[in-house]
């Protein structure tokens, strides 16, 4: 049997008794609060049941799970919390189905776009316009929105690096240290090589532009500028992120439209040059 097929509840049922104290109070969080868990991370989670992160993990181990993640997936499988959303309809499966995605990605553009705050807009905008060096990274479905975001700013004339590779960046970063600027992207806000650039750039003194969907997130702790995605309600176990990625190059849409307004007879100039380069 993979851990993934353990029968979460049973396995904190039969083995409760041997829990310590503090073990106890997750395992009760966890059975009363599935859908929660699967949504927190480790961080927030120890902080829910007042326990270091370490515990969590042990907890996780007790119970025969290599981890807090893979417990994490136990819940999402048993639940079946990936289509949950999706099997509710009255209607024909397909139509419904599509009907109700409609909804969610509706939902998140309106709200992303009308929580952005203009003023922090403005202000990144105006960095661009000192910028000599602009870096952008995501990972996995997240750099799909570092890389439009590199496309639409080097169709605007800006100079702008969007590299898949950690350590590329990490050098380009020491390249930026003046007019310098870093944006990052993060559904969670919480993945590893992400947080570990934003820690860099501040180091650096390079202010660090997030758009992420938790604004409690590490992520969002970091930033210097915070564009919140309207997608924390989009499930951590999934088969890839849907609404939370359309949220993300809404934001790009914004930034782009905006500091392109700002200077429209410089933007037509490379916005011609652009056409006029890829002509048959």
């Known amino acids: 049997m993979t851990t993934g097929t353990i029968d979460y509840r049973t396995a904190i049922q039969t083995g409760y008794n041997s ?24 961080q927030e989670l120890a902080k829910i049941c007042d326990c270091e992160q370490t515990t969590i993990v042990r907890f996780a181990q007790q119970l025969g799970f ?3 993640m893979d417990l994490k997936i136990a819940i999402a499988r048993q639940l079946n919390s990936v289509w949950a959303e999706f099997t509710d ?11 109700k995605l409609a909804s969610r ?19 990144i905008c105006d960095i661009l316009e000192k910028s000599s060096q602009i870096l ?4 996995g479905t997240s750099q799909l929105a570092a890389i439009d975001l590199q496309i639409k700013f080097l169709r605007l004339g800006l100079q702008i690096h969007c590299f898949a590779d950690i350590e590329l960046t990490k050098t380009h970063l020491g390249f930026a240290r003046e007019n310098g600027i870093i944006f990052l992207f993060s559904q969670s806000g919480e993945t590893e090589v992400v947080t570990m650039l934003a820690k860099l ?14 604004p409690g997130s ?14 924390s309600n989009e499930p951590q176990i999934r088969f890839g992120v849907m609404s939370a990625r359309l949220a993300q ?12 307004m700002r200077n429209q007879e410089r933007s037509w100039e490379f916005i011609a040059k652009g056409y006029h380069d890829n002509a048959e």
């Open 201 to 214: 750039a501040k180091e650096e003194h390079i202010p660090v532009v997030a758009i992420t969907s938790f």
């Open 218 to 231: 590490t992520l969002a702790l970091l930033a210097d500028y915070l564009l919140v995605t309207a997608c």
């Open 19 to 42: 829990l310590g104290a503090k073990k106890r109070i997750i395992a009760d969080y966890v059975l009363e609060n599935p859908m929660k868990v699967i949504s927190s991370s480790v």
């Open 105 to 123: 990605h509706v939902n998140a553009l309106q709200n992303t776009l009308a929580s952005l705050d203009e003023k922090l807009l403005e202000d």
């Open 136 to 139: 952008a990274f995501g990972a």
């Open 249 to 260: 190059l809404a934001v790009v849409d914004a930034l782009t439209l905006l500091f392109s």
């Open 89 to 99: 309809t009255k209607e024909g499966e397909a139509t419904g189905i599509l009907k």
């Open 66 to 68: 290599r981890g807090y």
